[in-house]
T-cell receptor, first 110, second 118 residues
Framework: KQEVTQIPAALSVPEGENLVLNCSFTDSAIYNLQWFRQDPGKGLTSLLLIQSSQREQTSGRLNASLDKSSGRSTLYIAASQPGDSATYLCAVTNDYKLSFGAGTTVTVRA | GAVVSQHPSRVICKSGTSVKIECRSLDFQATTMFWYRQFPKKSLMLMATSNEGSKATYEQGVEKDKFLINHASLTLSTLTVTSAHPEDSSFYIC??????????????FGPGTRLTVL
């Protein structure tokens, strides 16, 4: 059974600092890996999707890397802003099923 | 990107009643949809896979008679929580698989439904 772990569980940084969020998974036979953002009481917003054959994806200030062999992914958010405050979820796909981590709750202080 | 809607966004009901939640793919057809449940400050847990025209596949530990899933069309799946109890209170999120023009596929998520059972 796939297990997805996210560290840290919570993170508080001053505005402008770079953020580093970690995700690890136990079964490396994944189809893809996604990073999502979730605001309180809301659904999921997909941020980046990395196919199993890819090493990284970038979108604006966001960059996600994938090391499938070691079962790790890292999400980098450059020059954080208060609007980046949210919970960030990592999820991996095996056989069309997504397994989610518990998330990292980020607070960016103005 | 593809859009998935859920209705209602919030529902409060009395213990013992049944509640139906709808999940719609608005601009694409989805033969496969998924239902997730999320407890406060916890991860999303997959409840079941909903397949158009056939029975849903439930994950281990999920009561299929308690959580009835119907995927009657390529754009609609419904989750009915039967005889709801306070422990069924949760955030329910659906997703649908869309085939991408560039190749491959991706799951798109609905905005979620907050169920509170009194």
């Amino acid at each position: 059974k796939q297990e997805v772990t996210q560290i840290p569980a919570a993170l508080s940084v001053p505005e402008g600092e770079n953020l580093v969020l970690n995700c690890s998974f136990t079964d490396s036979a994944i189809y893809n890996l996604q990073w999502f953002r979730q605001d309180p009481g809301k659904g999921l917003t997909s941020l980046l999707l990395i196919q199993s054959s890819q090493r990284e994806q970038t979108s604006g200030r966001l960059n996600a890397s994938l090391d499938k062999s070691s079962g790790r992914s890292t999400l980098y958010i450059a020059a954080s802003q208060p609007g980046d405050s949210a919970t960030y979820l990592c999820a991996v796909t095996n056989d069309y099923k997504l397994s989610f981590g518990a998330g990292t709750t980020v607070t960016v202080r103005a | 990107g593809a859009v998935v809607s859920q209705h209602p966004s919030r529902v409060i009901c009395k213990s013992g009643t049944s509640v139906k939640i709808e999940c719609r793919s608005l601009d694409f057809q989805a033969t496969t949809m998924f239902w997730y449940r999320q407890f406060p400050k916890k991860s999303l847990m997959l409840m079941a896979t909903s397949n158009e025209g056939s029975k849903a596949t439930y994950e281990q530990g999920v009561e299929k008679d308690k959580f009835l899933i119907n995927h009657a069309s390529l754009t609609l799946s419904t989750l009915t929580v039967t005889s709801a109890h306070p422990e069924d209170s949760s955030f329910y999120i659906c997703s649908a698989i869309a085939i991408l023009l560039a190749g491959g596929d991706e799951q798109f998520f609905g905005p979620g439904t907050r169920l509170t059972v009194l």
